[in-house]
């Protein structure tokens, strides 16, 4: 299998990717994880501080004038990539303090005693604990979403919670970063829209893969990391509808999002720096800035063919291994391959194959209710980006090969 993507331009712009793991050439297959950064994304951060270091909001002198204006410009980079407003975007530390907030602040306004707050089975922790904690709180419940067996969302009983009058938010991952299933969004927010719920997306898994147009897609939130994005680690986006984040309360208190204070009380300022209390992650917002117009430069429908292609002749290798289940078999998931092998515990397999210079993830994945629901404590998982070659994906079957027989 070959594939026509031009993977060793892209390899080249990955400084890591030419490294070695356990003295074998790294194979780096724990994208879903976290990203490798290309270059420029990594320049961008040392260029900011050798440069432009200085703090943001208050500085009257040049160097904090030239701060600010990077970091506003990196925000409006940002909302350009989504199609939204660049007031909509909240710099978060990552998915999960976006998650956090919109629960603790928007769930904690539109939740009464009695509400539900539809999730479903194949969600991250981070899309699980916050809504726990904010039900708690108001007295809401949780209804979840079964998954069914090839890995996508039981439809019917979905669309059963939102017909639900007291339904009130659905939130959901775009795609699963354990099955790779790509969930039908579109009519999933159609549907949830005609029953009045509020849709909160966890993009973590599809914003390095897919150019999403917020605007169409018209979910009420949205939230991402930019580690996963070829972006630095420490940062992320909640995008918020303009209506939604005007009338939501602070989630933190502090500086930045005040417009006035004394002891009688506070005001707070408008969206986004509301919700960005303290000193924001200035250079690393910059870096994401910068890790989007890398990918501007990218053709990513073909990217996501090749990592499509690497999947498949992965899966078609380790299918003729002896007791290979794959976990989430849908026709248009996203290149992540979570599997398990009778009789092997996944944690072997992940030893076996580090040493073989193949970097994946064995565990629960922060999925351990998905991982009940699949009667499995654990599963080997291999996530593809578009730097991986066909070379490592071949590389990955024939070192589960070499493993499986040294470990039966
Ligand atoms: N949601 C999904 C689907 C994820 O895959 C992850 C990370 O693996 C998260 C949320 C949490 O992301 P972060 O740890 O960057 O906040």
């Given at each position: 299998?070959?594939?026509?993507?031009?993977?060793?331009?892209?390899?080249?712009?990955?400084?890591?990717?030419?490294?070695n793991n356990r003295g074998k050439p790294?194979?780096?297959?724990?994208?879903?994880?976290?990203?490798?950064?290309?270059?420029?994304?990594?320049?961008?951060?040392?260029?900011?501080?050798?440069?432009?270091?200085?703090?943001?909001?208050?500085?009257?002198?040049?160097?904090?004038?030239?701060?600010?204006?990077?970091?506003?410009?990196?925000?409006?980079?940002?909302?350009?990539?989504?199609s939204v407003n660049p007031e909509e975007?909240?710099?978060?530390?990552?998915?999960?303090?976006?998650?956090?907030?919109?629960?603790?602040?928007?769930?904690?306004?539109?939740?009464?005693?009695?509400?539900?707050?539809?999730?479903?089975?194949?969600?991250?922790?981070?899309?699980?604990?916050?809504?726990?904690?904010?039900?708690?709180?108001?007295?809401?419940?949780?209804?979840?979403?079964?998954?069914?067996?090839?890995?996508?969302?039981?439809?019917?009983?979905?669309?059963?919670?939102?017909?639900?009058?007291?339904?009130?938010?659905?939130?959901?991952?775009?795609?699963?970063?354990?099955?790779?299933?790509?969930?039908?969004?579109?009519?999933?927010?159609?549907?949830?829209?005609?029953?009045?719920?509020?849709?909160?997306?966890?993009?973590?898994?599809?914003?390095?893969?897919?150019?999403?147009?917020?605007?169409?897609?018209?979910?009420?939130?949205?939230?991402?990391?930019?580690?996963?994005?070829?972006?630095?680690?420490?940062?992320?986006?909640?995008?918020?509808?303009?209506?939604?984040?005007?009338?939501?309360?602070?989630?933190?208190?502090?500086?930045?999002?005040?417009?006035?204070?004394?002891?009688?009380?506070?005001?707070?300022?408008?969206?986004?720096?509301?919700?960005?209390?303290?000193?924001?992650?200035?250079?690393?917002?910059?870096?994401?800035?910068?890790?989007?117009?890398?990918?501007?430069?990218?053709?990513?429908?073909?990217?996501?063919?090749?990592?499509?292609?690497?999947?498949?002749?992965?899966?078609?290798?380790?299918?003729?291994?002896?007791?290979?289940?794959?976990?989430?078999?849908?026709?248009?998931?996203?290149?992540?391959?979570?599997?398990?092998?009778?009789?092997?515990?996944?944690?072997?397999?992940?030893?076996?194959?580090?040493?073989?210079?193949?970097?994946?993830?064995?565990?629960?994945?922060?999925?351990?209710?998905?991982?009940?629901?699949?009667?499995?404590?654990?599963?080997?998982?291999?996530?593809?980006?578009?730097?991986?070659?066909?070379?490592?994906?071949?590389?990955?079957?024939?070192?589960?090969?070499?493993?499986?027989?040294?470990?039966?």
């Open positions: 299998m070959s594939s026509p993507f031009p993977v060793e331009k892209i390899r080249a712009d990955f400084p890591i990717l030419k490294g790294l194979a780096y297959l724990d994208n879903a994880a976290s990203s490798q950064k290309p270059k420029c994304v990594i320049d961008s951060l040392s260029n900011f501080y050798e440069n432009t270091n200085s703090n943001v909001h208050r500085g009257t002198y040049e160097l904090a004038e030239k701060a600010e204006n990077e970091y506003t410009q990196a925000r409006s980079l940002i909302a350009n990539w989504f975007l909240v710099f978060v530390r990552g998915t999960t303090e976006a998650l956090n907030l919109v629960a603790n602040s928007f769930g904690q306004s539109i939740l009464n005693q009695g509400d539900s707050i539809i999730l479903t089975e194949m969600e991250h922790h981070a899309n699980i604990v916050p809504w726990q904690l904010t039900a708690e709180r108001t007295g809401a419940r949780i209804l979840t979403t079964p998954v069914l067996p090839d890995g996508s969302l039981d439809l019917d009983v979905l669309y059963s919670h939102l017909q639900e009058p007291r339904s009130k938010i659905l939130s959901l991952c775009h795609v699963s970063n354990t099955l790779g299933t790509t969930n039908p969004l579109p009519s999933i927010i159609k549907e949830a829209k005609e029953h009045g719920v509020k849709v909160v997306i966890d993009g973590a898994q599809s914003a390095p893969h897919y150019r999403i147009d917020l605007r169409s897609l018209d979910c009420d939130f949205f939230a991402f990391s930019g580690h996963k994005t070829f972006g630095p680690m420490g940062i992320g986006i909640l995008y918020g509808k303009s209506e939604h984040l005007h009338n939501m309360a602070p989630w933190q208190g502090g500086g930045d999002m005040i417009e006035e204070v004394s002891f009688d009380g506070s005001s707070f300022a408008p969206p986004p720096q509301r919700f960005e209390a303290g000193t924001p992650n200035v250079a690393d917002a910059i870096g994401l800035a910068e890790a989007f117009r890398y990918l501007s430069e990218i053709d990513l429908p073909s990217a996501s063919l090749h990592e499509g292609l690497l999947l498949e002749n992965a899966r078609a290798g380790l299918q003729s291994i002896e007791g290979f289940i794959e976990h989430g078999t849908t026709s248009d998931k996203a290149a992540v391959l979570s599997f398990s092998i009778d009789g092997i515990h996944p944690h072997d397999l992940a030893t076996l194959l580090d040493g073989e210079g193949i970097a994946t993830r064995t565990g629960h994945h922060c999925c351990q209710p998905l991982m009940k629901k699949l009667g499995v404590e654990a599963t080997a998982r291999a996530s593809f980006a578009m730097y991986n070659t066909m070379d490592e994906s071949e590389r990955l079957v024939s070192a589960v090969r070499k493993a499986v027989s040294v470990l039966r």
